[in-house]
């Protein structure tokens, strides 16, 4: 597998390549387009190529990432949306349903707080 680093940090770019081998993804199975983004950015957005299309050529699911400026932060994050995205069809969890479950709990506890308080004598 190559080496590839991205703008971030090591530990962000070590974290990809091990959860990238825990899923049995490489590099190879992956193709990649560079076009060009829409939305905020103005003239450096309208002449540079920064949005990027990965393609998993296995499952064929396919992730594009235009968030950022920067075509290596757009680089890293499709592969890290590609990561969730590859859990979710395997029917792992992922941190976006972990988030999910922590924020559904928490309105929860605020409902039955809410309940208790006006339940009254």
Known sequence: MSQLTFAVSPEKNAELRRRMEALGIREEDLEERFVRASGKG????????????????????????????????????????????????RGQTTARDDAAERIRRQKARRRRKAAGKYDGS
């Open 42 to 89: 103005g003239q450096h957005v309208n002449k540079t190529s920064t949005c990027v299309q990965l393609l998993h050529r296995p499952t064929d699911i396919e992730v594009k990432a235009m968030g950022e400026r920067s075509q290596s932060l757009n680089r890293f994050f499709a592969r890290r949306l590609l990561l969730e995205r590859i859990e979710a069809a």
